[in-house]
T-cell receptor, first 112, second 114 residues
Framework: NAGVTQTPKFQVLKTGQSMTLQCAQD?????MSWYRQDPGMGLRLIHY???????DQGEVPNGYNVSRSTTEDFPLRLLSAAPSQTSVYFC???????????FGSGTRLTVV | AQKITQTQPGMFVQEKEAVTLDCTYD???????LFWYKQPSSGEMIFLIY??????QNATEGRYSLNFQKARKSANLVISASQLGDSAMYFC???????????FGPGTRLSVLP
């Protein structure tokens, strides 16, 4: 049972480049979310999904897009990378709305 | 809006002693859930313990217990008999009544001294 798988683990982008962070879970969880972690600020919600075909914005959605075409996958797209998007990104999933999250191992992104 | 406050940026504890990590929350929801996660230096997020707002008893999981004081809106994590492997960041988190909103506090870095 792989849980939540994130790729890549590390990435360096130049300002203005775009890329997609991949996230897949094999637990048949309904809820999936993307968080970013910055020093001293905990984890802040970027986007979340309550099921295939349904997504919504979180606290810090600007500059990011998501889609959820299947239950398993929830990719995060950076449209035009900016240095302010340098962060550690976590994908997480949970079975239903009242459960806690299972996290992926994170992606450390640096934008230069 | 929901908010989680963790007032201790860093804590030190001697090995084998107990330590309490503070967490206060703000919500107007009648029903909510409180979580604690551990993040070791390797970076992964590990679920530790959960407390529902209507649970009558404080949650316990091995050496972890949650001191839940609903009237004070606090949900402190107590780690008994600290071990060197407990050195990590600890995050308090809360989900709202409908489970849509799931927010984290800024975290407390715990260092266990030999």
């Amino acid at each position: 049972n792989a849980g939540v798988t994130q790729t890549p683990k590390f990435q360096v982008l130049k300002t203005g480049q775009s890329m997609t962070l991949q996230c897949a879970q094999d637990m048949n969880h309904e809820y999936m979310s993307w968080y970013r972690q910055d020093p001293g600020m905990g984890l802040r919600l970027i986007h979340y999904s309550v099921g295939a075909g349904i997504t919504d914005q979180g606290e810090v959605p600007n500059g990011y897009n998501v889609s959820r075409s299947t239950t398993e996958d929830f990719p995060l797209r950076l449209l035009s990378a900016a240095p302010s998007q340098t962060s550690v990104y976590f994908c997480a999933s949970r079975r239903q709305q009242y459960y806690g999250y299972t996290f992926g191992s994170g992606t450390r992104l640096t934008v230069v | 809006a929901q908010k989680i406050t963790q007032t201790q940026p860093g804590m030190f504890v001697q090995e084998k002693e107990a330590v309490t990590l503070d967490c206060t929350y703000d919500t107007s929801d009648p029903s909510y859930g409180l979580f604690w996660y551990k993040q070791p230096s390797s970076g992964e997020m590990i679920f530790l313990i959960y407390q529902g707002s209507y649970d009558q008893q404080n949650a316990t999981e091995g050496r972890y217990s949650l001191n839940f004081q609903k009237a004070r809106k606090s949900a402190n994590l107590v780690i008994s008999a600290s071990q060197l492997g407990d050195s990590a960041m600890y995050f308090c988190a809360m989900r709202d009544n409908y489970g849509q909103n799931f927010v984290f506090g800024p975290g407390t870095r715990l260092s266990v001294l030999p």
